[in-house]
C-alpha cells in the first residue's frame, strides 16, 4: 500500500467536483474500505450499514474519481480497494 494520493488541484472546476465527489458518506466508506482491506461492494455495505444500491453509486463515484481501484475490473463482482494511506489534496488559491 502506497503512503499517500496527491491531488493537485489547478483549477476552479477541477476543485468543486472533487469536492462534490468527498461527500461525509464517501468518506466513512473510504476509511472503512483502507481497514478491511480489498473486499466487495456488497461485503463493504454490510461493514458500512449500508444499503447495498448507495453503497455501489458511492464507489462508482470514489472509482472515477481515482479515490478507489478495482483489483480485477474483468471480474464480475470484483473486489475493490484503496490502494494508499492518505489522501493529500494540494489547492492552488
Known amino acids: 500500500m502506497a ?3 496527491i491531488y493537485n488541484i489547478d483549477d476552479q472546476d477541477h476543485c468543486d467536483r472533487l469536492l462534490e465527489v468527498l461527500t461525509g458518506l ?3 466508506l473510504l476509511r472503512a474500505l483502507a481497514q478491511e482491506g480489498e473486499t466487495t461492494i ?3 455495505a454490510g ?3 449500508r444499503n447495498y444500491k448507495n453503497v455501489h453509486t458511492d464507489i462508482s ?3 472515477k ?3 478507489v481501484e478495482r483489483v480485477d ?3 464480475r463482482n470484483s ?3 484503496v490502494a494508499w494511506k492518505r489522501i493529500r489534496i494540494d489547492l492552488a488559491l
Open 3 to 5: 503512503n499517500h494520493k
Open 26 to 28: 464517501r468518506l466513512n
Open 47 to 49: 461493514v458500512a450499514k
Open 61 to 63: 463515484a470514489l472509482i
Open 79 to 81: 473486489h475493490i480497494r
Open 42 to 44: 456488497l461485503q463493504l
Open 65 to 67: 474519481a481515482g479515490l
Open 73 to 75: 475490473p474483468a471480474a
